[in-house]
């Protein structure tokens, strides 16, 4: 099938349908069945279990258990920067915003006002400052961790299309990442604010964060926006801040001022939690 047909079989195809019933059968606990699906996915993708806190696939209850897995301690050493990159994944774009519009792919942009959910104000903080977006494929690690030290100050859920997050879908579908149901976590620092937004795609059943547990179901029609500004929910650079139940793209927005992206980052290229992303000096 070739790159078009892909991208426009997705407008017809019932997504939230697929979605729902992949979270379904995501959280069944099988036994064998679950382990035989586990296995087939283990080996389909190349997932790399020696990595794995428990890398034994007979013991995981279901395929959720499974894809959240956590990693053996030290499987991914933190690098002496201001910003770590966040999650295993490959990078799909990253650089400059100009004003308020974030680079998707060839012909495409979109606003950071869109991507968080319409608050103009929230997204004029970032109005010529940096963004980074990192696609996380099967194989890949699944939980998101603090690419710098941050307190929580608001997370916004922001209800939207399910369309898959793929490099091709990237290419295909415009303003994708401000299209797809996100949840939207907004942090300060002592470097100032920055935004990590967790995109949901086809099949990616939940999103869950470590405050609040799962977001998502419920799958609302509206906008649902928590403050925390009176609480004391820190959170250190590294430390675990969510997960996908299945996988997806991480987008991330930092204000005006100097950032530096690592020499090592180009388009395409892997990366793994806990690599150095940018520093934020001159």
Same mark, same amino acid.
């Given at each position: @099938? $070739?790159?078009? $047909?892909?991208?426009?079989?997705?407008?017809?195809?019932?997504?939230?349908?697929?979605?729902?019933?992949?979270?379904?059968?995501?959280?069944?606990?099988?036994?064998?069945? !679950?382990?035989?699906?586990?296995?087939?996915?283990?080996?389909?993708?190349?997932?790399?279990?020696?990595?794995? *806190?428990?890398? *034994?696939?007979?013991?995981?209850?279901? =395929?959720?258990?499974? =894809?959240? +897995?956590?990693?053996?301690?030290?499987?991914?050493?933190?690098?002496?920067? *201001?910003?770590?990159?966040?999650? &295993?994944?490959?990078?799909?774009? =990253?650089?400059?915003?100009?004003? &308020?519009?974030?680079?998707?792919?060839?012909?495409?942009?979109?606003?950071?006002?869109?991507?968080?959910?319409?608050?103009?104000?929230?997204?004029?903080? /970032?109005?010529?400052?940096?963004?980074?977006?990192?696609?996380?494929?099967?194989? &890949?690690?699944?939980?998101?961790? @603090?690419?710098?030290?941050?307190?929580?100050?608001?997370?916004?859920?922001?209800?939207?299309?399910? =369309?898959?997050?793929?490099?091709?879908?990237?290419?295909?579908?415009?303003?994708?990442?401000?299209?797809?149901?996100?949840?939207?976590?907004?942090?300060?620092?002592?470097?100032?604010? /920055?935004?990590?937004?967790?995109?949901?795609? !086809?099949?990616?059943?939940?999103?869950?964060?470590?405050?609040?547990?799962?977001?998502?179901?419920? +799958?609302?029609?509206?906008? +649902? &926006?928590?403050?925390?500004?009176?609480?004391?929910?820190?959170?250190?650079?590294?430390?675990? @801040?969510?997960? /996908?139940?299945?996988?997806?793209?991480?987008?991330?927005?930092?204000?005006?001022?100097?950032?530096? /992206?690592?020499?090592?980052?180009?388009?395409?290229?892997?990366?793994?939690?806990?690599?150095? @992303?940018?520093?934020?000096?001159?």
């Amino acid at each position: @099938m $070739s790159e078009r $047909s892909e991208v426009l079989l997705q407008y017809l195809l019932p997504k939230r349908a697929i979605t729902e019933f992949g979270r379904h059968i995501a959280s069944i606990r099988g036994g064998a069945v !679950t382990t035989a699906i586990i296995r087939w996915f283990v080996g389909k993708y190349g997932v790399n279990m020696a990595e794995a *806190d428990n890398p *034994d696939i007979a013991s995981y209850a279901s =395929f959720n258990d499974f =894809f959240t +897995r956590a990693l053996k301690p030290g499987a991914r050493p933190l690098a002496a920067a *201001d910003l770590i990159c966040p999650v &295993d994944g490959a990078i799909s774009q =990253f650089g400059a915003i100009e004003g &308020d519009q974030i680079f998707q792919a060839k012909g495409h942009h979109y606003s950071t006002t869109a991507l968080v959910g319409g608050d103009r104000e929230l997204a004029a903080r /970032f109005d010529g400052g940096s963004f980074a977006t990192i696609y996380l494929s099967p194989r &890949d690690y699944h939980r998101i961790h @603090m690419p710098a030290d941050g307190r929580l100050a608001r997370m916004i859920y922001v209800p939207g299309e399910l =369309f898959s997050v793929n490099p091709a879908t990237a290419r295909g579908v415009p303003g994708l990442f401000a299209r797809n149901e996100r949840v939207v976590c907004v942090f300060e620092s002592a470097q100032g604010p /920055f935004v990590l937004v967790l995109v949901g795609a !086809t099949i990616v059943g939940s999103m869950a964060t470590v405050w609040h547990g799962l977001v998502n179901p419920p +799958r609302t029609r509206e906008v +649902r &926006d928590w403050r925390y500004e009176a609480q004391q929910v820190v959170l250190r650079q590294g430390e675990e @801040m969510g997960r /996908f139940l299945l996988g997806s793209t991480v987008v991330l927005l930092f204000p005006k001022g100097p950032c530096r /992206f690592s020499t090592a980052w180009a388009p395409g290229a892997p990366v793994r939690l806990g690599e150095a @992303m940018a520093d934020l000096s001159d």
